[in-house]
């Protein structure tokens, strides 16, 4: 099953395609990166949203009387979201949802319920939004909120930007004149560097660093190191490796093939022992493997 388009209906369909397999050697990457110097102007800035550290660095050079105020605003959205679905707000619309009581019909909330079940139904169940009774549509929540922002951020005419929480990247236009944002793609649990991501568009989202519940079952799963899923949108990126997360090894080795075979969705499987299996397509947006100074 897979997605075929960023926005709209989600569809399903059977595919064919292939995964390969690599074991990554200390010798292949270090831990640390040692990232290049500011060669745009912009701004960065840093706020704790969501109960983790978001980062946007925008290198459109655009002047401080028009970044502050559209950093004010981005921030602003992402507390916004924070204030309306995390179900740990006690009157966030989703903990009223949970209780039974009358949420209001904001539109960006019917979209996000929508589309998790779309995406539950598109992942055979393995994603699902709600659980044991209770909804929860973080799994998808964040990237997409974070897949707005930055849609914003370039109809505000900062069209080169790089947004960051925790393990959910979505980068746009350039890093530095003519150069693509280079992304390190971190093992959640050890914080090894498994790649090196280089785009000027696209959404990259790692599973594996946060409790992660089989919706079949209810109990937790941790049956693989971690999964990584690269794609245009990044919301869509988000649950599906939170759906392959709990899927386990063979049947995300297979849904990730599924992936790729159809849409522009590409995977990035860490087993326990180390051990990564990727979908062709993944290499794209690496070029060779080279040692990370730092």
């Known amino acids: 099953m897979t997605t075929s388009k960023v926005t709209g209906s989600v569809t399903t369909s059977n595919v064919t395609g292939s995964v390969t397999t690599s074991k990554v050697t200390e010798s292949d990457t270090t831990s640390h990166i040692a990232e290049a110097p500011t060669a745009f102007p912009g701004s ?22 028009e970044l502050t105020p559209l950093l ?16 740990g707000k006690e009157d966030s619309q989703i903990s009223r949802l949970n209780r039974g009581g009358t949420i209001k019909q904001v539109p960006e909330l019917i979209e996000v319920l929508h589309r998790c079940e779309e995406l539950s139904e598109a992942t055979g169940g393995w994603f699902d939004a709600r659980i044991n009774g209770v909804t929860d549509p973080s799994g998808y929540v964040k990237g997409w909120a974070l897949e707005r922002l930055s849609r914003a951020l370039v109809q ?3 069209g080169d930007h790089r947004i960051t929480a ?24 050890t914080g ?21 519940v089989d919706p079949h079952t209810g109990e937790v799963r941790d049956a693989l190191g971690a999964v990584t899923v690269i794609g245009p949108d990044l919301g869509l990126a988000d649950a599906y490796a939170t759906a392959m997360y709990a899927m386990g090894p063979v ?13 522009p969705y590409e995977t990035l499987i860490v087993l ?7 979908t062709p397509g993944f290499a794209t947006y690496g070029g060779p493997r080279e040692r990370l100074a730092g």
């Open 251 to 263: 049947r995300a080795r297979r849904y990730a093939t599924e992936l790729a075979g159809k849409g």
């Open 44 to 65: 960065s800035r840093v706020e704790t949203v969501m109960g983790r550290p978001v980062t946007i660095d925008i290198r459109t050079p655009l002047p401080a009387r």
């Open 72 to 87: 004010d605003d981005a921030f602003a959205w992402l507390r916004w979201v924070e204030d309306t679905f995390s179900p």
């Open 272 to 278: 326990h022992d180390g051990q990564e299996l990727t």
């Open 166 to 189: 925790g393990y959910d990247v979505r980068v746009r236009g350039s890093a530095a004149p003519g150069r693509r944002w280079r992304v390190p793609v971190r093992d959640p649990r």
């Open 192 to 212: 090894e560097v498994r790649r090196m991501v280089r785009a000027h568009d696209l959404g990259i989202a790692t599973s594996g660093g946060s409790r992660v």
């Open 156 to 158: 505000a005419g900062a």
